[in-house]
């Protein structure tokens, strides 16, 4: 996926692109438990597993106006994206 597609499909409340680059091979890197919180807000988080990923975010540090965030730093807010179970019972109620 290219960043602009990844911005495209951006929760509207989400501000950052988020990334884990930590991983050397793809499966790790999906099943890492910093990605918990993510899928629980159904927010997408880049795999990056590629050695020369690590050396291009050392240069990039926004996309399209959308800084870059790593999950594997601990000083993430993700308190304005709801919870994917939370937004569903919204949508219920509305209904």
Known sequence: MSL?????RMKPEQSKIYY?????IWQAAKSS???EV???????VLLLTDR???WMLSFLS???????ASVA??????????DEEKQQQERSAKN
């Open 4 to 8: 602009a597609e990844y911005v495209a």
């Open 20 to 24: 884990y680059v930590t991983a050397d």
């Open 33 to 35: 438990l910093h990605l």
């Open 38 to 44: 993510f899928r629980k807000k159904g927010v997408e």
């Open 52 to 54: 020369v990923d690590e």
């Open 62 to 68: 926004d996309f399209d106006g959308k800084p870059l």
């Open 73 to 82: 730093r601990g000083d993430l807010d993700l308190g304005a994206l709801n």
